[in-house]
């Protein structure tokens, strides 16, 4: 046995010790079963189920209490003592997911208050943002108390000071007081779904300091298995992400020359057409000269689908200038913008939030990209400027 099957053996040894130890291990767990694990607007409805008086899980106003409770401890000025949420009648509360913009709202009408909250799990506040959204309710419920609420992995401040920060831990928290409470009987159905959210948190957005030092410490002693693992071991997120959207849109394939970052992809009929094959393949990914491109921005979680036409050979009789030009005229770009006699990019379409550790999510910027694009219908169009250009 050669000293880098020792290590990795070694290594399995000690990650299964380490799963049992925190609970990490390849148990059921019906939120990562639909993906859940840094979809935002799926945490934003379970948290607006449990928010909710009125849902039927069994556990009243008793979630909403603490929340509001632990949110009003946060700041030197609540609008709301600490006494008046103890006594407060919240039987009446609405609470709504997705309305007016709001990942979550709350509506307190005995108390003429309206909560706020901002929830993002893997992405971060958009520019002024928070100060948008504040503006928004004092237009829309200007006889209502407002309190924002920003929510994050970590609790970071947002840019506008009138929003209180708090962070995913204080969820974890909140849910396991309810899961140890004597005073609270919830059905097993209900008290399973809190058990498992509760161990997402845990495992995707809140890592404790006892879990940050075990991870430490068994990289420091298996650092040469572990090095193995992630130079032969990564799997592309956004190329599985392209397979997936592959499947729903069979007029595209995908071509070589990917990466990490980039998808290449080709409309199936363009290789149907023979003299369309013109393209410099040492410098361009595949015979025909255009191609479509998915390039996933990692700093800034942008997820972009580019047109572009690459070099065409010199000995092919194709006007590429006139090609570029039509296509231009198909998508509404200026005409005087230089052309590049190697990459001229047709058009970009991007989708911002997108959480690259997540596939759904990374699957449905593609298909909203897509979608942005035009679809199956411009792509046809696409195909017959390519036939004129070719059969003339």
């Known amino acids: 046995m050669n000293s880098n099957e020792s290590s990795l053996l070694a290594l399995l040894d000690t990650v299964m010790l380490f799963e049992q130890e925190h609970e990490l291990g390849e148990k059921f767990n019906i939120f990562e079963a639909v993906g859940m694990a840094r979809q935002e607007i799926r945490h934003s409805r379970f948290l607006a189920f449990l928010l909710n008086p009125l849902a039927p899980h069994g556990l009243g106003e008793y979630f909403l209490r603490n929340f509001l409770d632990h949110v009003m401890k946060q700041t030197d000025s609540p609008v709301m003592s600490r006494l008046d ?208 491109w998915f390039y996933l921005d990692e700093k800034r979680s942008i997820l972009s689908l580019i047109l572009e036409v690459g070099p065409v050979r010199e000995d092919a009789e194709f006007d590429r200038e006139a090609f570029i030009s039509q296509l231009r005229n198909e998508f509404g770009v200026r005409e005087n913008k230089a052309i590049s006699k190697i990459y001229t990019r047709i058009k970009r379409y991007n989708k911002p939030d997108v959480d690259q550790y997540d596939i759904e999510s990374i699957t449905d910027a593609m298909k909203r990209l897509w979608n942005d694009f035009g679809r199956g219908d411009k792509l046809r169009r696409i195909d017959t400027i390519i036939k004129d250009f070719s059969n003339f």
């Open 85 to 292: 949420v103890m006594l407060a009648d919240l039987n009446m509360a609405e609470v709504y997911s997705e309305r007016d913009h709001f990942d979550i709202t709350v509506w307190l009408p005995k108390q003429k208050l309206l909560m706020v909250i901002e929830n993002k799990v893997g992405a971060s506040e958009s520019d002024g943002q928070l100060l948008r959204y504040r503006e928004l309710v004092k237009q829309q419920y200007p006889e209502e108390t407002f309190c924002g609420v920003f929510l994050t992995a970590d609790g970071y401040d947002g840019e506008d000071p009138s929003w209180i920060s708090i962070g995913y831990a204080a969820i974890y928290d909140q849910l396991q007081k309810l899961l140890h409470d004597p005073l609270i009987s919830v059905n097993t159905d209900i008290n399973l779904a809190i058990k498992h959210y509760s161990l997402l948190i845990r495992k995707y957005i809140v890592i404790d300091e006892k879990l940050i030092d075990a991870c430490r410490s068994i990289y420091a002693k298996h650092r040469a298995a572990l090095d193995l693992i992630i130079e032969h071991g990564q799997i592309s997120l956004l190329r599985e992400a392209a397979e997936r959207f592959l499947a729903d849109t069979p007029e595209l394939e995908m071509t070589g020359g990917g990466s990490n970052q980039r998808i290449i992809i080709v409309g199936k009929e363009w290789k149907n057409i023979t003299e369309f094959q013109v393209a410099n393949t040492s410098q361009w990914t595949s015979e025909s000269p255009l191609a479509l």
